[in-house]
Nanobody, 127 residues
Framework: QVLLEESGGGLVQPGDSLTLSCTASERTFVTRDVGWFRQASGKEREFVAGVSWIGSHTMYADSKKGRFAISRDNAKNTVYLQIFSLKPEDTAVYSC????????????????????WGQGTQVIVSS
């Protein structure tokens, strides 16, 4: 079992950048693939980006390429999601999720691949 905690959300203005953090409770985090998902009010949860545990291979939803960057710092048990040029439509609860250890060697885009989830952090983009 791994506990995940997201941080870094808040109220930002259009055009700003933001870095979200996902920190895990234990060192096995370094052997888990991690994904970021978001859910806007009244909409379904969608995949944003993922990073594999080995090689830090990344994957992005097609619509997220260019403005989102995922990375991991295994020494800090943390995965980051940078969001650039924020738009009002980026307003959502952003959640990170982790797989079981050694699940795959590539990032995974499907929510069902991730049994462990954080509580989420709210991002509001508004002027």
């Amino acid at each position: 079992q791994v506990l995940l905690e997201e941080s870094g959300g808040g109220l930002v203005q259009p055009g700003d950048s933001l870095t979200l953090s996902c920190t895990a409770s234990e060192r096995t985090f370094v052997t888990r693939d991690v994904g970021w998902f978001r859910q806007a009010s009244g909409k379904e949860r969608e995949f944003v980006a993922g990073v594999s545990w080995i090689g830090s291979h990344t994957m992005y939803a097609d619509s997220k390429k260019g403005r989102f960057a995922i990375s991991r710092d295994n020494a800090k048990n943390t995965v980051y999601l940078q969001i650039f040029s924020l738009k009002p439509e980026d307003t959502a609860v952003y959640s990170c999720a982790a797989t079981e250890p050694f699940t795959a060697t590539a990032a995974l885009p499907t929510a069902s691949d991730y049994p462990y989830w954080g509580q989420g952090t709210q991002v509001i983009v508004s002027s």
